[in-house]
């Protein structure tokens, strides 16, 4: 028997929709999302857990796309990029990150934006210096951290101006 | 002159200098901060192939024979 063609069934909940794959049992995450689902926003770096651009929501918990096998998000709920732009969860922060010119290529902007919704949400008042301690496991390697701390802090300043 | 036009509330950015001095938003950014990019990796063609590196196990060497025959057996899809 060939291990690697080995594959083992999977139901489990992406954005709210409910699917189920029959996957090779060393198939990661991220891989899962993109090549079965063709959900192409998650992004692959450097496929060993350190540019954060696989970033997505498991259980409510953010984790690295390509650090877990799809077989184990079996009974789980995923959210990625395409999941929250699509309910406007992250719709205030999108906007922040537009208006700040807080991306180039776009490329480490999902991972980005999954990592500063799960900062907000656990922490609502982030000094500057905690934004960039929890985004120092999402890599940008065009536009620099500047604009994207600008955006993250002007949305959390925002939303404690208005519960105020 | 001013350039903005307060009816359509865009910016008239053909007039002489209207860049100059401005921030000018990138049409393709709201795109690629919800994941929709399209990037290499992200396509998808008919019969696409992918291709494998096999890198020299030795710094300083002289190819004598590629053995090609079991990576040739494999099945194509």
């Known amino acids: 028997m060939n291990t690697l063609l080995e594959t083992v069934e999977i139901t489990l909940t992406v954005n709210g929709e409910r699917v189920k794959r029959s996957v090779p049992a060393r198939l990661n995450l991220a891989d899962f999302l993109r090549n079965e689902l063709e959900l192409t926003g998650t992004h692959v770096g450097c496929e060993h857990g350190v540019c954060g651009a696989c970033t997505v929501r498991v259980d409510g918990e953010i984790v690295r796309g390509c650090l877990m096998f799809a077989v184990q998000a079996d009974g789980c709920e995923v959210d990625t990029i395409e999941g929250l732009s699509d309910s406007r969860e992250i719709e205030e922060l999108q906007s922040a990150f537009v208006l700040t010119n807080a991306l180039q290529c776009g490329f480490c902007t999902p991972g980005v934006l999954m990592a500063a919704q799960a900062l907000l949400r656990d922490e609502p008042n982030p000094s500057r210096e905690r934004i960039r301690e929890y985004l120092s496991g999402n890599y940008c390697r065009c536009t620099g951290y500047q604009a994207i701390v600008d955006a993250i802090e002007a949305v959390a300043r925002a939303r404690a101006g208005r519960s105020r | ?77």
């Open chain 2, 1 to 77: 002159m001013s350039e903005f036009d307060e009816t359509t509330k865009t910016l008239n950015f053909d007039s002489p200098n209207s860049y100059v001095g401005r921030s000018v938003t990138r049409p393709n950014a709201r795109r690629l901060a919800q994941g929709r990019g399209q990037y290499v990796d992200d396509i998808v063609l008919p019969r696409m192939v992918h291709v494998a590196y096999v890198r020299s196990p030795h710094a300083h060497a002289k190819i004598v024979d590629i053995k090609t025959k079991k990576a040739a057996a494999m099945p194509a899809r």
